[in-house]
């Protein structure tokens, strides 16, 4: 009897050993598939075959619904003071107030009224001055999650397809003054070692290579030249198609309030 007990023993425990063997196996495997998305399979990265949103929105600018984006960020920022700006990305679902912290860590995972999220708030670099938009030799940078689903930035990846960007082509950027437009000059993909949130430039020639080497990394031709006398609005978010992925989507000023 007793000699029963010690197989039956050895038998669960070989039965635990052989458990914990599969669990390790299996969340390795469900590690590398969420934190290297797509990597094997560039085809279905999302955004690229994938349409997110509703394809027959239509393309409607603030003065086209009627609203005042200004008032709008106005209402908001009595009680917020961090919302110093508006995006609008007419056809999409981008339609948001952007707000800036101290710090670029403030809004990533926590929401205006410091509640942790996922998805933070989309928000303005700190770096950044929306009290001097027109000033020359100035990219503002504003920052929103990649979710997958249709909220937040991830929209951003429909400027995958050119044509996309053929009927989506202006981006309003509202502040506390007025309304502005940007038209878009540059889309791409890029990693963490591509330094495309520049803010200070020690000279017109930096600028100039700067322009250069962002809009020869677009996806495709978009016939919008930009001078060191334009200044620039850049949205960013992740892209899972590769490692440390960022999707760039990156405008010129072209109307000012």
Known sequence: ??????????????????????VGVG????????????????????????FIGDESAAVTTSEDENRKLSEELKAINVTYKDAVAWLKVPGTSIDYPIFQGTDNTR??????DGVT????????????????????MTNIIIYGHNTETDNRFTPLLNYKRQEFYDEHKYIEL????????????????????????DTVFNSTADYE???NSISKKSRYGTGVEVTAEDTILTLSTCDYSIKDGRFVVQARLVKNP
Request: with cysteine; charged share 20%.
């Open 117 to 136: 999220k996922n998805w933070g708030e989309n928000y303005l670099d700190y770096r950044c001055d929306v009290g001097s938009l027109d000033k020359a």
């Open 1 to 22: 009897m007793a000699k029963r007990k010690i197989n039956i023993g050895y038998i669960i425990l070989i039965i635990v050993i052989i458990l914990m063997a599969v």
């Open 107 to 112: 809004y990533y995972r926590e929401d205006r």
């Open 27 to 50: 969340a390795f495997i469900l590690n590398n598939v969420f934190s290297n998305r797509n990597l094997e399979s560039p085809g279905e990265e999302l955004g690229f075959d994938i």
């Open 174 to 197: 509202a502040t506390l003054e007025g309304t502005y437009t940007y038209e878009i000059f540059t889309a791409y993909t890029t990693n963490t070692d591509f330094y495309y949130i």
């Open 209 to 211: 290579n700067f322009l």
